[in-house]
Nanobody
């Protein structure tokens, strides 16, 4: 049974940082590219960061987060992370991870987890 469990969200002031974690299980994690997505109220879910199954030096970011967010993964632990710096109110959303059908690609492979809420507000 595939499980994607996101954590690490919270309420942060503008300019602050958060590190999101995603624990994956039930599938061959190291053979999949992984993406972080977010969905803000009233908006469609969008991809913010992508990482190839091999990890380092093979990442891709949405223009809105490039230079502020960093995606990484630990294939030994079946974990993917999203380091978010210089956060802005427009980063407020529920954040999700998922395996990707391809790299770099947007389409998600599995059912969604519960996500983790990120709120940026003073």
């Amino acid at each position: 049974q595939v499980q994607l469990v996101e954590s690490g969200g919270g309420l942060v002031q503008p300019g602050g940082s958060l590190r999101l974690s995603c624990a994956a299980s039930g599938f061959a994690f190291s053979t999949y590219a992984m993406n972080w997505y977010r969905q803000a109220p009233g908006k469609e879910r969008e991809v913010v960061a992508r990482i190839h199954r091999l990890g380092y030096n093979t990442t891709n970011y949405a223009s809105s987060v490039k230079g502020r967010f960093t995606i990484s993964r630990d294939n030994a632990k079946n974990m993917v992370y999203l380091q978010m710096n210089s956060l802005k109110p427009e980063d407020t959303a529920v954040y999700y991870c998922n395996a990707a059908l391809s790299f770099p690609g947007d389409a998600a492979y599995f059912a969604w987890g519960q996500g983790t809420q990120v709120t940026i507000s003073s």
